[in-house]
């Protein structure tokens, strides 16, 4: 069983992915420092998987710790970097944590890699590199606009740093996932988000003031050029973005180092806030509160990706719909209370 390290794998997006690489026959082992994730996940992972999984508790920026950490499980032939901090906000404030954490882990992960003769990296990218898309759907050829913040800058330097370190060193093959919007859960309810404080993202808003937990949910704007004047997103379902991982290692089998490349990862599909708001409504058979607010500073009106390069390449879709991601998302918000 091929050993793949997955960094941040107690978070959202990488706990589901633990589960899938799992049921795909791969041997995961994580490493988290917690700051933003909880052990809870792990157990939930373990509930799904009916197994334990290794875990290492330390910090990706940590070079010690990390070698160690290689040298320890001997026979890794594959990483998975999910560990990052997230919130755009913060990122304002805290340029420096970021730079600092999301720059400075993928550069002491490449160099310890190399050191343990490691070739092969996913990278968690995101859409947040299109900015407003003077064109839709955005392909990976689209331009790649000015960050906004510097979280967003932290994932066009990450993808810069992996496409001149590849260009130098014939010893890596690397695979930058531009995520769309992830939303969901695991439909056993074992796993799923969990926003420390007051939610930034829009489903796990959604889910909160469902539960009651928020007075009432605010529409960023509703006078945007989209056909019912709410941002248009590509939802897609965490557990069908924790399939693309799969696919993703999967294809390095098939290149010759040095590899780099870029591949949206979405439905292909917009779907407006409102839209959300009414399937919500619809999946959990009750009304929603809401009101229309101000535009929040920096969202783009509209972003959904063509997804013709994973489909083709990777061999990849997106397969749940957002009713089956509202579903989950609504079933594990109810377990949660
Ligand atoms: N949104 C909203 N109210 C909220 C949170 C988000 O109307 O409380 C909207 C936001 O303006 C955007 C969409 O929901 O159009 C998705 O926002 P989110 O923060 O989840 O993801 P983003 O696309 O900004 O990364």
């Given at each position: 069983m091929e050993k793949i390290l997955i960094t941040g794998g107690a978070g959202f997006i990488g706990s589901h992915t633990v589960v899938e690489l799992t049921k795909a026959g791969y041997s995961p082992v994580i490493v988290d420092d917690f700051s933003n994730s909880n052990q809870s996940a792990i157990r939930g992972i373990e509930s799904i998987i009916k197994q334990s999984v290794k875990v290492y508790e330390g910090d990706c920026n940590d070079a010690q710790f990390m070698n160690d950490l290689f040298v320890a499980e001997q026979n890794i032939t594959g990483v998975i970097h999910f560990a990052a901090y997230k919130a755009v906000g913060e990122s304002?404030?805290?340029?420096?944590?970021?730079?600092?954490?999301?720059?400075?882990?993928?550069?002491?992960?490449?160099?310890?890699?190399?050191?343990?003769?490691?070739?092969?990296?996913?990278?968690?990218?995101?859409?947040?590199?299109?900015?407003?898309?003077?064109?839709?759907?955005?392909?990976?050829?689209?331009?790649?606009?000015?960050?906004?913040?510097?979280?967003?800058?932290?994932?066009?330097?990450?993808?810069?740093?992996?496409?001149?370190?590849?260009k130098s060193d014939a010893d890596y093959k690397a695979i930058a996932l531009r995520y769309f919007n992830p939303i969901g859960a695991h439909p056993s309810s074992h796993i799923g988000e969990l926003p420390l404080g007051v939610p930034n993202n829009l489903i796990p808003f959604v889910t909160q003031t469902a539960a009651g937990h928020r007075e009432q949910l605010t529409i960023f704007g509703d006078e945007y050029d989209t056909p019912d004047g709410t941002c248009v997103r590509d939802y897609i379902h965490v557990v069908d973005l924790a399939k693309a991982h799969v696919k993703a290692l999967q294809h390095f089998k098939n290149q010759n180092t040095p590899y780099y490349d870029v591949f949206n990862i979405g439905t292909g599909k917009g779907n407006s806030v409102l839209e959300v708001v009414k399937t919500?409504?619809?999946?959990?058979?009750?009304?929603?509160?809401?009101?229309?607010?101000?535009?929040?500073?920096?969202?783009?009106?509209?972003?959904?990706?063509?997804?013709?390069?994973?489909?083709?390449?990777?061999?990849?879709?997106?397969?749940?719909?957002?009713?089956?991601?509202?579903?989950?998302?609504?079933?594990?918000?109810?377990?949660?209370?």
């Open positions: 304002v404030e805290k340029p420096l944590q970021y730079y600092q954490n999301n720059v400075g882990s993928l550069m002491v992960l490449l160099d310890v890699m190399k050191k343990n003769g490691v070739e092969n990296v996913v990278f968690s990218s995101s859409c947040t590199v299109y900015g407003e898309p003077d064109q839709l759907p955005v392909t990976e050829k689209s331009p790649i606009k000015p960050a906004e913040s510097p979280y967003g800058n932290t994932k066009q330097v990450c993808e810069e740093i992996l496409e001149d370190v590849i919500f409504e619809k999946v959990s058979e009750q009304k929603l509160k809401y009101k229309i607010g101000d535009k929040r500073t920096g969202d783009v009106e509209q972003v959904f990706g063509d997804v013709e390069k994973a489909n083709n390449e990777l061999h990849w879709k997106a397969a749940l719909t957002l009713e089956d991601a509202l579903r989950d998302a609504w079933n594990w918000q109810k377990k949660l209370k």
